[in-house]
């Protein structure tokens, strides 16, 4: 069992529609990254958070440490939002990011 | 545009073959780490190097090393490669030496290995 899954693995929706992605993990982590892929593969990370809830444009990350679960949620979806969104967690004492295996969303007109 | 930089974008080798992957951090960053991602496994954290100083490992094989240079750009060398090591790698730079920091991402170098 991976230490950081996601949910689910794929995701396809209506341009407009909220959209929900889940990240959950086993271990103890100190800070959660959401990372974003596009389909020519450059990564751009999302948000770093620790606590609480991030939001920039569109896009809010909210974690919760003591349920170790994460969501990332996309209002008024948009065909460009399609990609992979992975989330990566900051293992407590360690210096590494264990990553989920990746949501692939894809957005249709 | 991150500001990183990684060369090549694409390279294409031979097993049994060692190849060298470069990374220029964003300016004024100190910290470069190194991940790997493979169809089958993911994103897997490789090593990290912080001021010229290795800071931490990851999954990273014997037959892979880096280095990070004074001007703070880094190198991951692949050797002996095999079909398996068939991925894309990405590094990635931070201001800091910790994860507490947000991390840029290269466009990546994608490894064929045939």
Not at chain 1, 20 to 43: D, K, M
Not at chain 2, 20 to 42: A, E, F, N
């Amino acid at each position: 069992k991976n230490e950081v899954e996601q949910s689910p693995q794929n995701l396809t929706a209506q341009e407009g529609e909220f959209i929900t992605i889940n990240c959950s993990y086993s271990v103890g982590i100190s800070a959660l990254h959401w990372l974003q892929q596009h389909p020519g593969g450059g990564i751009v990370s999302l948000f770093m958070l620790s606590s609480g809830k991030k939001k920039h444009g569109r896009l809010i990350a909210t974690i919760n440490i003591q349920e170790k679960h994460s969501s990332l949620h996309i209002t008024a979806s948009h065909p460009r939002d399609s990609a992979v969104y992975i989330c990566a967690g900051r293992i407590q004492g360690a210096q590494k990011l264990v990553f989920g295996q990746g949501t692939r969303l894809t957005i249709n007109p | 545009d991150s500001g990183v930089t990684q060369t090549p974008k694409h390279l294409i080798t031979a097993t049994g073959q060692r190849v060298t992957l470069r990374c220029s951090p964003r300016s004024g960053d100190l910290s470069v780490y190194w991940y790997q991602q493979s169809l089958d496994q993911g994103l897997q954290f490789l090593i990290q190097y912080y001021n010229g100083e290795e800071r931490a490992k990851g999954n990273i094989l014997e037959r892979f090393s880096a280095q990070q240079f004074p001007d703070l750009h880094s190198e991951l060398n692949l050797s002996s490669l095999e079909l398996g090591d068939s991925a894309l790698y990405f590094c990635a730079s931070s201001v800091g030496a910790t994860e507490a920091y947000e991390q840029y991402f290269g466009p990546g170098t994608r490894l064929t290995v045939t």
